[in-house]
């Protein structure tokens, strides 16, 4: 693997870091809301996080390279509603989107077709992601104001199951 396409796979070990840092600090913002289910589904997120960053991770010591850890910046910690948090996740989602179509570009470029192949998964991931938070953002404007709807809301939110454990190389 040459030193571009490792540097730029290092700089998205670190944005996905990021993500969990983000939905890490969503967790308390929701726990200090009294949402358990949003805060649950928070944690959901964080761990799928964490699962990307080690792939990634796992990926780079599969080629045979050395992977890099960089400082992880410090996550607000304050929305100004529940739906502005998970309007803030759909942005920070399409963001990371635009992060994986980088990779990619960079990897066609540099005719790194493993790591095309690798960055497929990726791809997919995101639509997931970016579908995920949006429908909640849906759901959220659609409630409004209402008690019992956010309530209800909440409670489908503590259904998420938690993800499978990441895979230590080659999956
Ligand atoms: Fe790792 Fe939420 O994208």
């Known amino acids: ?3 571009m396409m490792l540097d730029a796979l290092n700089q998205q070990i670190n944005e996905e ?3 969990a840092y983000l939905y890490l600090s969503m967790v308390a913002y929701f726990h200090s809301m009294k949402m358990p289910g949003a805060a649950h589904w928070m944690v959901a997120q964080y761990k799928e996080e964490l699962i990307h960053a080690e792939k990634i991770i796992a990926y780079i010591m599969d080629r045979g390279a050395i992977f890099k850890l960089r400082e992880i910046k410090e996550p607000t910690n304050h929305w100004s509603s529940p739906i502005d948090a998970f309007k803030a996740a ?3 989602e399409q963001h990371i989107t635009g992060c994986i179509n980088n990779l990619y570009d960079i990897a066609m470029r540099e005719k790194d077709y493993p790591t095309v192949q690798f960055l497929q998964w990726f791809i997919n991931e995101q639509v997931e992601e970016e579908a995920n938070s949006s429908q909640i953002v849906d ?3 659609r409630i409004g104001h209402d008690a ?3 309530f209800m809301l909440d409670r489908e939110l503590a259904s998420r199951p938690m993800p499978v454990p990441a895979p230590t190389s080659k999956e």
Request: hydrophobic share 35%.
């Open 1 to 3: 693997m040459n030193h």
């Open 17 to 19: 870091m990021y993500s």
């Open 90 to 92: 759909y942005a920070h």
């Open 139 to 141: 759901d959220f404007e």
């Open 148 to 150: 019992r709807g956010l």
